[in-house]
């Protein structure tokens, strides 16, 4: 019997234009199935949706470098595991010298650092919520939980992730969605919070993931169930036991509703 799900965010449980609609949250609340939400977000561009929705137990931010709870209107980390500061800078050294034109931005559990504004930046602002520090160098911050670069031409993407996975093999680096190519330390993904409520007593046949790209499939891969919302990527699709509906149709809520008392 499922006790849990765990969802990705973007384009699967929330809409394109990034908001919760009521049949989704009517159903969060009502399902005896626990949600827990695992986003490639830091945790403060989260907390709005976890208070939308009720929720109280853990939750994944930045692909699984901290794993949360929201107490009392406050973040408390449970878990965190951030990338060393000298292989962020040896990353940042690399993208510089080969991809000047990609900007090296990186999230720590408290601020998102850019090295400017852009257009790409300002709407990632704009989307998220989220207020960045500009101009800071990494020396001077925290360890990054994770790193994000925001490349919007396909080409180029697929090239400098290539090159990078390559490079630095010992670091997590997936593809987001949207252009975003998330990079985290050595064994840090999505999957790392079925361990975390494994470790709390919760068996592997009582967790369900949902999905829909590249970085939601170390979690797919190890859940007792797993879905995929029907927009997502087709090497997601391919390997799920079961396809819902898209976001955009309240798939996720659907799903749910087979829960409800």
């Known amino acids: 019997m499922l006790k849990y799900l765990i969802s990705d965010m973007d384009h699967t449980l929330l809409h394109n234009d990034g908001r919760l609609d009521l049949p989704t949250i009517s159903a969060v609340r ?12 830091n945790p403060y561009s989260m907390v709005e949706f976890i208070n939308q929705l ?6 994944l931010a930045m692909n699984g470098a901290l794993i949360f709870q929201v107490y009392a209107g406050k973040v408390q980390v449970l878990r965190e595991c951030a990338i060393s500061r000298e292989l962020a800078r040896q990353l940042a050294i690399e993208l510089q010298s080969l991809y000047p034109e990609v900007d090296f931005t990186w999230i720590t559990r408290d601020h998102w650092y850019i090295p400017k504004m852009t257009p790409a930046m300002r709407e990632e602002m704009k989307y998220s919520g989220v207020q960045p520090v500009i101009g800071r160098q990494l020396q001077d911050t925290a360890a990054p939980d994770q790193i994000v670069l925001i490349i919007k031409d396909q080409q180029l993407f697929s090239e400098v992730q290539h090159h990078l996975q390559q490079r630095f093999s010992d670091l997590s680096i997936h593809s987001s969605g949207d ?3 998330t990079i985290n330390a050595a064994g840090v993904n999505k999957g790392n ?4 409520l494994i470790d709390h007593g919760i068996q592997r046949s009582e967790i369900a993931g949902v999905g829909d790209d590249q970085n ?3 979690l797919l891969q190890v859940v007792g169930h797993s879905l ?7 090497e997601v699709k391919t390997q799920v036991t079961e396809v819902i509906n898209s976001n955009e149709e309240d798939g996720i809520a659907q799903f749910l509703s087979q829960f409800i008392d």
């Open 228 to 234: 995929a919302v029907a927009n997502a990527i087709p």
């Open 193 to 196: 919070l079925v361990q975390y």
């Open 179 to 181: 252009g975003y190519l």
């Open 216 to 218: 939601d499939l170390p």
């Open 30 to 41: 009502q399902s005896s199935i626990k949600l827990c939400l695992a986003s490639a977000r």
């Open 54 to 59: 009720g929720l109280t137990g853990p939750q």
